[in-house]
């Protein structure tokens, strides 16, 4: 017998350990078959929408490209990056909807993302002159802008494909001066420069006006036969002063690899400047290693145990029921992390937000998200209460807080899984002291330096979407699922509370609304709503980096956690006043 005042305890065996997440997803269920089919219709119609913008400026523009002997910007990726790669596409949806007065401009008339050259993960930047000769648009300026603060961040070379006819004039005002606009790229130039991340342009049409500095302020520059550089273009140089010259003459390929020096390499066509740009890339040298932990890993021995295409089952992706659908985030991250394996930090205490470390492809990783199951908690005066899921309270708050903190102190990349409906409001909750946790939380974000990649699943909404890093807490990165909607509240709340609110105006004029013209008020402001809280309005304005396809958010993690790799950098960790 065992005497526990005298016996030392015995040990339980490691081999008992397991941080094995299970799974409880029924694929087959009613519900699961259902979220699936609305899921792939959704998804069906975003490829379309995809194929559409990949178009760019349609077949008779691409016919024109061609007729020039050029190749469009997609043509050139394809010859440029390594093949059997994938390519990550950053701002497909850009201005999507948007510019329609001109015809629109697909993708912003550039494109952007990261791919492999020689086996190097590289930023590229190709305009598309497909679109409007592609011209710079105010959200094309925005676009290039993204692509290399993200270059910036993560120390990655970046690449750029120029065919511009310079900034879209009828809207030059929104281009031109401010700190976006069109100048800050060429600011980002030299500052990347200075900073040693190497920058190669290729010259494969038209680089006009203010854009002829972009080449120029780079490592390298290539130019084709048939292209132009020049600050002033014939028709304007005679305008100005008078001469007439012609196009090769001011600014030709050939006078600046043979007078003016200007560009390093010559090439006769796309194909040769395309092959030349590779074997650039592949003697660029390698920087020290970041400080993040990576452990050996096998696609297929260390892939989750769950398929990652049971993620179109776990959602009803109804934007209606987008702050009220209920799921447990256990089952996404058990199909991002590898072998499924979770260390679940303070698993039982602010259960509405879970924290804990895992790994993909390798990388280790603390995980913020939200829970979206509803949770039982026992207050501190021993008092039962359920919580709701997607809420943020005090203590999952703070729990949150200590979570990022320990991961700064330790050097651990933070990926955050939104489905956020906010924080709680209310008498308990204001007794709770949740202005003083939110902070907490919100510090805790705002000063981490660690790498930060955010993806919004579901709803992301008010104050949430800032404590779970939204674009203004610097993600290095920010994707979304089709099923993705946020704004300041769902547009069933705000429906309710404008029409509150317009019923109380007209009641003080004196007149009343009948049912009929209640419905209508909110049917209108529901509409307005729920258009602007899309993952495809979002896109637009380049409030999220990509609209994500559920069952790649793995491979898309890995891709951004091995860029944010490339940096070695993270500054010093200083959290600032923390409320407590």
Known sequence: MVNPKTDPPVAEPASQFSNLLASRLDPQARKSVANKGGMEALLLALVRQEEVIREGGGPKAIEAQHGKKRLTARERLALLLDPGEDFLELGLFAAFGMYEEWGGAAAAGVVTGLGRVAGRLVMVIANDATVKAGAFFPTTAKKVLRAQTIATENRIPTLYLVDSAGVFLPLQEDVFPDQDDFGRIFRNNAVMSAQGIPQITAIMGMCVAGGAYLPVMTDHVLMTEGSGLFLAGPALVQAAIGQKYSAEELGGATMHAEISGTVDFKEPNDHMCLARLRSLVARLGHGPA?????????????????????????????????????????????????????????ADYGKTVLCGYGRIGGFAVGIVANQKTHQTHLSQTGEKRVEFGGVIYAESAEKAARFIMDCNQNLIPLIFLHDVNGFMVGRDAEWSGIIRAGAQMVSAVSNSTVPKITVI????????????????????FLFAWPTARYAVMSGASAASTLVEIKIRQLERGGKQLSEEEKSQVVASIKAAYDEQTDCRYAAARLWVDAIIDPAKTRDVLLTALQAVALNPEVKKFNPGVIQT
């Open 457 to 476: 699943l579901g709803g992301s909404f008010g104050a949430g979407h800032y404590a779970m890093c939204g674009k203004a807490y610097d993600p290095r």
């Open 290 to 346: 970041a400080p993040f932990d990576r452990a050996p890993y096998d696609p297929q021995r260390d892939a989750p145990k769950f398929a990652p295409q049971e993620l179109y089952a776990l959602l009803d992706p109804d934007p209606s029921k987008g702050a009220s659908h209920s799921y447990d985030m256990h089952e996404v991250i058990a199909r991002l992390v590898d072998r499924s394996e979770f260390d679940e930090y303070k």
